[in-house]
């Protein structure tokens, strides 16, 4: 049995920066295409349990390595996929002699992605989870499919941007990130998918000069205690993010452009304090607003935290927004 099989390594944290790793990176997504591998992250807290339901027993398969993050003997891998898993840095020798590869894969929307292992502790984790398949499925159903630039800010694993750019056909995205790791892998996973992109390190959308025609985004929105920046949202009730990003979204959007944002929004005494500051700040004039609850209870987990002492539930949401006029 494997002791600790949840606990990964500071070692295996997601590789960045380097050609050979980009292009180790690039030929692994390429072998698991070619063997229709598909796998779909569930949250943190499903996840662990799924791991204890399975005793402590090591990886037999690509889906135990890849998706669920388990320790493998040497043995499971082939002389391809161990030989690209090698050229990009992805393999952590333990002291127990199992292996374990630095990140999870999963397909979204029929798109390979690349993500940071389980579980995702550092502070600049690259995150997926069922948030970004909710995001996703919102972007196929509403986005406009004639935008040419295209915006993801707070690109993540760049899973918005990269659906939106397919649904889109021949148009440019902007990959935007405070985080350089979560850079390096959306902007390998875009060129994996064959789309046209551009990398930008800026800490908030308000430091972007360009314009465009469709912005997604999807803000970080839970209380997090260690302030991780792919998790924490600030304050109201974790909601400060998905306030201010929409605020200094809407600037960058050209005449007729469109943002789509996905979030969680914390209800307090039956009340969703995003949608209310939302309706407080968002212009009077000039736009056209559609906000949805997409799931009414998200994360309930959480809720055991003395930080959501107030909080009757967490839902998922959806935020249209489309800027009238030429």
Request: aromatic fraction near 6%; proline fraction near 5%; glycine fraction near 10%.
């Amino acid at each position: 049995m494997i002791d600790e099989i949840q606990q990964r390594p500071e070692a295996a944290r997601a590789p960045t920066g380097s050609t050979e790793q980009r292009e180790g990176l690039l030929r692994l997504l390429q072998l698991l295409e070619a063997r229709d591998y598909a796998f779909v992250t569930p949250t943190p807290a499903t996840h662990a349990r799924v791991l204890v339901n399975r005793g402590g027993r090591p990886a037999t398969d690509l889906r135990d390595i890849l998706g669920w993050s388990l320790p493998f003997s040497p043995s499971v891998l082939d002389a391809e996929l161990r030989a690209a898993l090698e050229g990009a840095a992805m393999l952590v020798e333990r002291d127990d002699g199992f292996l374990q590869a630095a990140l999870r894969v999963s397909r979204v929307e029929g798109t390979l992605f690349l993500h940071s292992a389980y579980p995702t502790t550092a502070t600049d984790s690259v995150f997926l989870g069922p948030d970004s398949y909710r995001f996703a499925k919102l972007i196929v159903g509403r986005m406009d499919t004639g935008a040419r630039r295209i915006l993801d800010y707070g690109a993540g694993a760049g899973v918005g941007g990269i659906v939106a750019a397919r649904v889109a056909r021949g148009a440019h995205l902007t990959l935007a990130d405070i985080n350089p790791r979560a850079l390096f892998l959306a902007s390998i996973n875009a060129e994996h998918a064959g789309v046209a992109h551009s990398v930008e390190r800026v800490s908030a959308p308000k430091e972007l000069t360009d314009s465009f025609d469709q912005i997604v985004t999807h803000p970080p929105f839970m209380i997090d205690a260690d302030r991780r920046a792919y998790r924490d949202g600030g304050d109201l009730y974790g909601g400060r993010l998905s306030l201010d990003w929409t605020l200094q979204a809407l600037a960058l959007l050209k005449p007729k452009g469109r943002l789509i944002l996905h979030t969680g929004a914390s209800v307090v005494e039956g009340q969703d304090v995003l949608r209310k500051a939302l309706a407080e700040h968002l212009p009077a004039t000039g736009f056209e607003i559609d906000y949805s609850e997409l799931d009414p209870d998200i994360f309930g987990d959480e809720l055991e935290k003395p930080s959501y002492v107030d909080v009757e539930r967490i839902a998922a949401v959806g935020l249209v927004v489309g800027r009238v006029g030429l």
